[in-house]
């Protein structure tokens, strides 16, 4: 975040800080507009649980008529994805979600919205902590540090800065006491402050760590309230006692409920269908994703029981857009336990939006724009043969197929026949930057193969839809979806291999 000059003290107790300057914080029990922040690592696709917590900061912004920050927390460099960022906005926009401050272009009076900052000193080795750690394993103890470094005098610290000893510099957790805090979803939570480690503030390199860097950012950028994953609720006390070594005023917590597969075991961030994208790809609309997701650990002030327990056929007050899930959205409506991610629940949400499109003159333009390709339609007798390829799978075997197939040009179908070529290439492309990318895949092919783009195109439309007319190829394919591409091409592929 902002540049804060830091005064090192060099006294017994080296993680003591001065700021020069520092902004007024607001107290959580002000009434008025709140200041909230989704602040996600850049290390890869935005999750559904990632888009949960964004979503619900974003609702309570909305509805106070407060600001939403998006802030990226880059404090570990080594897993810095590049494009992660831009991938984030792009995703956080297709939801309807718009940060009112945020990385460029958004900017805000915050600015930058990334981490900056030095602070503190802990000169143990590696192998030394490894020793601490497997030590206090053995004796039954929590593996946390031993606050050695916590003891050095003045004289032996200025000794081993002397030597260019690397050093860390680490809080001083109180021994005795607890530390407690008022949670909006947990109620009250107290923590024993002797199982606290020591954390470390700022690494060997200079750069924060995290739990630095997350307070120092929410205190300037006057964050009210922080909706984050129970996952944090670890490290809270943490930085409640950073809070207050600084003097500063916390500000709310509010810890969200795991998101959890249908058999109750927690939904994993590495499998590919929690990315956001994966939802993109499939069709799903925006508006189906967000209620859902909305869903996952609340429930609206219409519903009595807690949608993970409903049946997918129950439920229209569970149909919200936007603005009524803006209007609706009370964190005392947030779940304790945690919420079982179901697809069919989904499924059942994205049919109802769909209806609801259907039934305004603006959401059925939008639908027929999506699904017919008006410049072909003579007559109303010419839509189901021009769009039940979106419903029923090409058939490569049929004498009409093998008749088509003979007027394509020859070179054109070999490449698309060729895996290596098409279906590799085709399942690194990204659909949710719409029909441009898809066509950049196929000029890609085109120019590297010297042959015509038309030629590709052609082959594809009969890939994808089994005809030889129809709406624009990479329209088509962006409509289908990126599975359901892949699965056609696949089934191409395999078909002419055995012809």
């Not at 709140?34 to 888009?51: D, E, I, K, M, Y």
């Not at 769909?354 to 010419?382: F, K, Y």
Request: hydrophobic content about 35%; charged content about 20%; overall charge neutral.
């Amino acid at each position: 975040m902002l540049r804060i000059p830091v005064k090192l003290t060099a006294v017994t107790r080296p993680q003591i800080l001065t700021f020069y300057r520092y902004y007024q914080k607001s107290s959580k029990d002000s009434i008025g507009p709140v200041r909230v922040r989704f602040a996600p690592s850049p290390t890869g696709q935005l999750h559904l649980g990632g888009l949960r917590t964004a979503l619900y900061n974003y609702l309570l912004a909305k509805k106070t008529g407060g600001s939403f920050i998006l802030r990226v927390e880059d404090t570990d460099q080594t897993r810095y994805v590049p494009g992660a960022v831009e991938k984030l906005v792009s995703s956080l926009s297709w939801a309807g979600i718009h940060p009112d401050e945020g990385p460029p272009p958004t900017n805000g009076p915050h600015s930058p919205y990334f981490q900056d900052g030095h602070a503190y000193r802990c000169f143990c080795s590696t192998e030394r902590l490894q020793a601490v750690r497997e030590m206090r394993k053995k004796q039954g103890r929590i593996a946390s540090y031993d606050k050695h470094c916590s003891h050095l005098t003045p004289t032996e610290i200025q000794s081993l800065m002397e030597k260019k000893t690397p050093y860390t510099i680490r809080h001083n957790t109180p021994i005795q006491g607890t530390t407690s805090f008022q949670d909006y979803v947990h109620g009250k939570l107290q923590f024993q402050n002797h199982v606290l480690d020591d954390t470390i503030l700022v690494k060997s390199d200079g750069f924060p760590t995290y739990h630095l860097a997350n307070v120092v950012d929410d205190h300037q950028m006057e964050i009210t309230h922080v909706l984050r994953g129970e996952e944090w609720i670890s490290s809270t006390p943490k930085h409640i006692q950073l809070y207050q070594a600084f003097g500063w005023t916390p500000p709310a917590f509010a810890h969200l409920p795991l998101l959890l597969n249908s058999d109750r075991s927690k939904l994993s961030k590495r499998s590919g269908d929690v990315h956001v994208e994966h939802y993109i790809e499939k069709g799903y609309f925006p508006e189906a994703i967000t209620n859902f997701v909305a869903l996952l650990g609340w429930h609206p002030h219409t519903t009595s029981q807690q949608f993970q327990n409903e049946s997918p056929h129950d439920g229209q007050e569970d149909i919200l857009d936007m603005q009524q899930l803006i209007e609706q959205f009370d964190l005392n409506h947030i779940h304790h336990s945690g919420a079982v991610v179901d697809p069919l629940k989904l499924s059942w949400i994205n049919k109802q939006h769909l209806q609801r499109r259907a039934q305004t003159s603006d959401g059925l333009q939008s639908l027929v724009d999506l699904l017919s390709p008006l410049e072909r339609i003579r007559n109303i007798n010419d839509i189901p043969m021009l769009c039940c390829y979106y419903f029923v799978e090409p058939d490569y075997t049929t004498k009409e197929a093998i008749e088509l197939e003979k007027k394509l040009k020859s070179r054109a179908l070999e490449l698309v026949a060729d895996r290596s070529i098409t279906f590799d290439t085709l399942s690194a492309t990204s659909f949710s930057e719409g029909p441009s990318k898809i066509k950049e895949w196929v000029h890609h092919i085109a120019g590297n193969h010297k042959v015509n783009a038309n030629h590709l195109m052609m082959v594809l439309r009969y890939v994808m839809t089994g005809s030889k007319v129809g709406a624009g190829v990479a329209e088509t394919m962006h409509t289908l979806g990126k599975d359901t591409c892949l699965n056609r091409l696949s089934m191409f592929i395999k078909t002419n291999i055995h012809k």
